[in-house]
């Protein structure tokens, strides 16, 4: 690692692992912090709580099918629905760019307020700075989330087991290209919409279904691959995905054949990877293909004992190749 | 307003309460938030929960007293304190430019380690973004806390009463005029020190003794004049402070004499102010004098019926102006 920050210790894949395992958690560490979850789970009083937070630094501000006010209204609101919780309160912490748009900060918030609505979410307190014209790009920012774990429900990284279905809720890659697409002004037969959306109510419907789920994870940053990786590293197990399983849609498929781009590592904004045992699979696939959030869920492939902390996937044509973390950033500031 | 963001929309008096109560709560307003105290208190499967959040932008990164990392703590567990809680656990949120020094992060992050482990907190989870290389000035920290509020504990801004006394726990301004003096490559007389400290254990041992406290508050941006012009506000009560009570140092003093400051008007961050009634006011004082953060506490002012959402100053010749919130904003990224 050289000594300076480079943009790639952003990008949710491997270089972030690396900052925050060598040089975060040797100086933050703790028992809760190093459970490494969406959020990290606290028992107060004996209530147990999800806490989490983000910040989002998109680029452009406002893209189709969202903007960061949405964007930072479902980061949290889903990092808090992946640990089993319902999403009740969040923070707002704002850095604005002197000179930025009033009109513009009223839409975004305007943004924030409908997805809080969707998400059944309060914002409870919030901070504004503001810098000099240059020291920030526009608008940051950041919101923080508290929720309260579901009661009988216990997800949990560490409990992929051999064996269990992993299920995905729909199509790969769409917020990534949605900003890409938006951020270069780039016009492709068809306009892609970012899947941005909030999954706590999704989650809470499969949790009062199925309260024994092993683990969800949203694969935001880094994508589907990252995200199964760091499942498997936790958990010391094997992951084996079915490349023709896969869902992914027309237009992403034809923009990544151009672009070079592969759908297992485009970010995510709306979509939730769940583990379970076999015999849950149909329950779980039921709740999914009933509500909007799920309707193209299917299965992709199953926890395996080997090769432990690492994840394989089988080609169309039959072969198996190891899927790494994301290595690099070829899109920084996708959320 | 004009429709664009100014520096003073960020510093923390008249222009930022008009940007929260023209803007931001018609938007995103709801009875939690309408609270406007430092921390919002929320209820939680009937745990009471306070929890907020602070962005700090501080320039430069490390000043006498203290730096980025230590006030990242400390800002938000003092808000967390000044809500009758006891801090718990933090959230991280860091926004680093392409570039930035990662000996500096560790030196950051060490501070902040400190100062969680004075306070008594842990970091429960973090997020970090990377942006571009101009996009950002070094590096901007969220935190976002939650404490349980203490049992019998009923703090607010609303409970400001006539009769009660003002206290305040020791000198004003220092932390405003030791992050300019840094700034600016300044040779005062003396070196000025921040104050920045966490004040959660002197708050647990002050409503420990006296639980009735009606109202803390730390008067950070916008300082004292603007911190009572707040409950002030919220209470409407009015408020009367003697200026030859208030406690300014000989060094303070100085520099204020010298750069045309007001001390009323800096920021502070180790320091709160306690309203409560007269009769529990030894008590109070007796726990401030025997700890580190309160040696110089003194009762400062009382709260008057009149004139409702006022702050009078009795000067030292014994005239009374009104103390108005601060308005613009002299001293940028303070915190």
């Known amino acids: 690692m050289k000594n300076v920050i480079q943009l790639a210790h952003g990008s949710g894949g491997k270089l972030s692992h690396e900052l925050v395992s060598a040089v975060i958690q040797p100086i933050l560490g703790n028992p809760v912090l190093d459970q ?93 700075k503001v810098v000099e014209k240059g020291a920030a790009d526009g608008i940051f920012i950041n919101t923080a989330g508290i929720g309260a774990i579901m009661e009988g429900v216990h997800i949990s990284p560490l409990n992929a087991r051999p064996g269990q279905d992993i299920i995905i809720n729909g199509f790969l890659g769409e917020h990534a290209l949605a900003v890409m697409q938006d951020r270069h002004g780039l016009t492709f037969p068809a306009s892609l919409n970012s899947d941005c959306a909030p999954l706590a109510g999704l989650v809470k419907e499969i949790l009062t279904k199925v309260p024994e789920v092993a683990v969800l994870r949203d694969p935001t940053r880094g994508g589907l691959a990252t995200a199964l990786n760091e499942i498997a590293l936790a958990a010391k197990v094997g992951m084996l995905i079915e490349e023709e399983a896969l869902p992914v849609s027309t237009e992403v498929r034809a923009v990544c054949d151009i672009l070079g781009f592969d759908p297992l590592y485009l970010a995510n904004e709306g979509k939730m990877i769940v583990l379970s045992e076999h015999k849950n699979t149909e329950n779980i696939l039921t709740v999914l293909h009933n509500h909007p959030y799920g309707r193209e869920a299917r299965v992709i492939g199953k926890v395996t004992s080997q090769p432990a902390g690492q994840v394989g996937l089988r080609t169309a044509i039959g072969g198996i190749r190891l899927l790494d973390m994301l290595t690099g950033d070829q899109l920084p500031r996708i959320c």
Chains 1, 2 share one sequence.
């Open 36 to 128: 490494m979850h969406d959020a990290a789970a606290v028992c107060i009083q004996n209530t147990r709580l999800a806490f989490t937070t983000d910040s989002f630094v998109v680029k452009p501000l406002f893209f189709t099918g969202g903007d960061i006010g949405k964007l930072a209204v479902c980061g949290t609101v889903n990092d808090l629905a992946m640990t089993g919780a319902v999403p009740l309160f969040l923070t707002l912490g704002l850095i604005i760019e002197e000179g930025f748009s009033l009109d513009e900060l009223e839409r975004i918030l305007h943004s924030m307020a409908r997805a809080a609505g969707e998400a059944g979410v309060q914002i409870a307190a919030g901070d504004t």
